[in-house]
């Protein structure tokens, strides 16, 4: 079975003190703490090495980075590296959110790169795919999430694939308010299992955990969980508001 997870993307929001008095209020929230399912926190790098020490008390709480370098070293001034982040005791490194692919022009062959430097230093890539509302209105959602698995992520072995998570995000749903129904959510979630499941095997994509994210809240979480493809969320705005996400762990538990 596939691991159910909730993550936290907190983006470039809050200095160090909104980010301490956010994570006292997650560690005061008994369904963080109690959570039995695996809690990843994404924060800018600079508070990464002191959210590292804070997580030591929780086994099932675990910390993400939100990009990495695509180049391993060198003179790259301002890039920070997955070795860097894994040798300050990273996990995770989300891969190609929308907002890297869009904003700063990310290719799916230097996510690629990526994706395979976050494994080669032993942590999890977090692979996010989704379409833009354009590419859903002209019908090619289904295409464009298959060119961004074959072109970022298919080129990995069985083992290595098998230790990525996905995070399908239509581009359209995040930060906008507007969740993708529970149709369009299983619907694609769906069709990434059978992708991989072709790509690689039954076991893998059944053992593959694949998030939704995009204007997941605490109201619409525990529908989204109870759909049989998906795995959990990653979670943006409402993973701001330390009761927010709690109520979004506590349903992921249900
Ligand atoms: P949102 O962001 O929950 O604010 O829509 C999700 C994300 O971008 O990961």
Not at 64 to 72: E, G, T, V, Y
Not at 117 to 141: A, W
């Amino acid at each position: 079975m596939a691991q159910k997870i909730a993550a936290a993307n907190w983006k470039m929001h809050g200095d160090f003190n909104f980010v301490t008095d956010l994570t006292q209020n997650l560690f005061a929230d008994k369904a963080i703490v109690n959570s039995k399912q695996n809690i990843i926190l994404a924060a800018p790098y600079v508070y990464l090495k002191w959210l590292v020490d804070a997580i030591k008390p929780y086994k099932h709480i675990y910390v993400a980075a939100q990009n990495c370098s695509n180049h391993s070293k060198g003179a790259y001034t301002g890039e920070v590296s997955a070795e860097m982040l894994a040798s300050i005791g990273v996990s995770h490194v989300i891969i190609g959110h929308s907002e890297r692919r869009s904003i700063y022009n990310e290719t799916d062959a230097e996510l690629a790169v990526k994706a395979a430097l976050v494994l080669q230093h032993k942590m999890i890539p977090i692979f996010c795919i989704g379409e833009l509302l354009t590419q859903r209105e002209m019908g090619r959602h289904f295409n464009v999430v298959e060119e961004q698995l074959w072109h970022g992520l298919f080129q990995l072995d069985a083992d290595d694939f098998s230790k990525c998570i996905i995070a399908y995000e239509p581009v359209w749903a995040i930060g906008t308010g507007v969740t993708a129904s529970p149709e369009q959510a299983q619907e694609m979630h769906a069709f990434i299992r059978g992708l991989i499941a072709e790509k690689y095997n039954d076991d893998v994509a059944k053992n593959t955990s694949i998030l939704y994210g995009g204007s997941c809240n605490e109201k619409n979480a525990a529908t989204l969980f109870s759909l049989a493809d998906v795995d959990g969320g990653l979670v943006g705005g409402a993973s701001l508001k330390a009761d927010s996400f709690g109520q979004i762990v506590l349903a992921l538990n249900k």
